[in-house]
Structures are given as structure tokens and as C-alpha cells.
């Protein structure tokens, strides 16, 4: 089956602070997509990221990067040096190699205090 | 471009009622997604449309839901007989043939009381 599993529910970080936010997922399909969104509170859902299961390279964009281990099942998102604004509820998503069926984790929230 | 619009974006309405929510996706999306999201929850899939055949549809999905899309471009959602457990927020995402991101709407909060 497919699942998605953010262990983490809420996390709060002091602003600069670097914050980790992890991502388990089981699936049977050998292709597949993971993606990243974040969900501030006016309630729509914003892309961050995807990767594709045959990419483990890691990605670094600007303050925010992402570890795509394989082997562990995990898909990692780091926030370095953390504003106020990137507070918000952060979902990793699982999706079929159509693109057409999305699995969400529970999301974990995070509170980053001035 | 005005994205994904969604309409109403709250409805309160009593147990037994029908209620129903409408969606615009992104025009020349050809693809049109419907999702429930409950409180501390993620998004959960309900169903797709590809144009306006709807081409998959979840077991949350009961009989009391029909959704249409009738000319491949808005598309609505129906709730017959509404219960308590049908409070949640209803998400509609749309993507074009090719591309892999949804782009979500600011979804349709239903409480239903």
C-alpha cells in the first residue's frame, strides 16, 4: 500500500534556528514521485519541491534543501536559518508515476517565534 | 492566470441537507483533482477527471457524493445528506497533460452542524 508518514506533528524553532522536518513512505511501484508542499494559513497548498525515485541527489534551494534517501525510505526537508514566514503546515506527498494519485502525510506544523 | 478558484470558500449547513461546491481549475488544465482534507489531517484523494471523464474514484467516496465535470472545464461536487462526519475542508487541484504539479485551490470549508 501506499503511505505517507510524518512523525512529527508540530515542531516550534526560534527564528534562525535550522529545523528539520522528516518524511517515511512506503510504496510497491519502482516509479514514483515524492514532493514537498506547504500549506500557510490562508489554506492553499504550495509546491516546493518534487523528486523522482530514480534521482538521490540531494537539492538545495536557496534556505530550503531536501535528502532523498532510498534506502531508508526518506525524504527529508531541511529549512535553514528559519524566518517567521516559512511558519506553516508542511505536507510530503507520495504520487503514482501518473501523477494522478497523491498520498499525503499528516503534515507537521511549524511555529517559528521571533 | 487567476489559478485554481473555488466557490463558496465556507458553507455551513444542517445534518440531511445537500450541498454542493464548485470548482474552476486553471483553463487548458485538462486534469481536475478532488480532495478532503480533515482537521490535523493531509489532503486524501477523492477523485479525477481528465477532461470530463472522471476516471477514478476513492472508497471515501460513498453514494452520497457525485461529482461532475460536464464540459471538461468547472467542475462540481455534491453531498447528499450531509452528517457530521462530512465536516471538512474540500480541495479541488488541477494540472495540465505532461506536467506533474497540481496546482491546489484555496478549498471549500464545510461544517456541517
Known amino acids: 500500500a501506499q503511505k505517507v508518514t510524518q512523525a512529527q506533528t508540530e515542531i516550534s524553532v526560534v527564528e534562525k534556528e535550522d529545523v528539520t522536518l522528516d518524511c517515511v513512505y512506503e510504496?510497491?511501484?519502482?516509479?514514483?514521485?515524492l514532493f514537498w508542499y506547504k500549506q500557510p494559513p490562508s489554506g492553499e497548498l504550495v509546491f516546493l519541491i518534487r523528486?523522482?525515485?530514480?534521482?538521490?541527489q540531494n537539492e538545495i534551494s536557496g534556505r530550503y534543501s531536501w535528502n532523498f534517501q532510498k534506502s531508508t525510505s526518506s525524504f527529508n526537508f531541511t529549512i535553514t536559518a528559519s524566518q517567521v514566514v516559512d511558519s506553516a503546515v508542511y505536507f510530503c506527498?507520495?504520487?503514482?508515476?501518473?501523477?494522478?494519485?497523491?498520498?499525503f502525510g499528516s503534515g507537521t506544523k511549524l511555529n517559528v517565534k521571533p | 492566470d487567476t489559478g485554481v478558484s473555488q466557490d463558496p470558500r465556507h458553507k455551513i449547513t444542517k445534518r440531511g441537507q445537500n450541498v454542493t461546491f464548485r470548482c474552476d481549475p486553471i483553463?487548458?488544465?485538462?486534469?481536475l483533482y478532488w480532495y478532503r482534507q480533515t482537521l490535523g489531517q493531509g489532503p486524501e484523494f477523492l477523485t479525477y477527471?481528465?477532461?470530463?471523464?472522471?476516471?477514478?474514484k476513492s472508497r471515501l467516496l460513498s453514494d452520497r457524493f457525485s461529482a461532475e465535470r460536464p464540459k471538461g472545464s468547472f467542475s462540481t461536487l455534491e453531498i447528499q445528506r450531509t452528517e457530521q462526519g462530512d465536516s471538512a475542508m474540500y480541495l479541488c487541484?488541477?494540472?495540465?497533460?505532461?506536467?506533474?504539479?497540481?496546482?491546489f485551490g484555496p478549498g471549500t470549508r464545510l461544517t456541517v452542524t
Open positions: 510504496t510497491r511501484d519502482t516509479t514514483y514521485y
Open positions: 477527471f481528465q477532461n470530463e471523464a472522471q476516471l477514478e
Open positions: 506527498a507520495l504520487s503514482d508515476p501518473n501523477f494522478n494519485k497523491f498520498y
Open positions: 523528486r523522482n525515485s530514480f534521482d538521490e
Open positions: 487541484a488541477s494540472r495540465s497533460q505532461g506536467s506533474y504539479e497540481q496546482y
Open positions: 483553463s487548458e488544465h485538462n486534469r
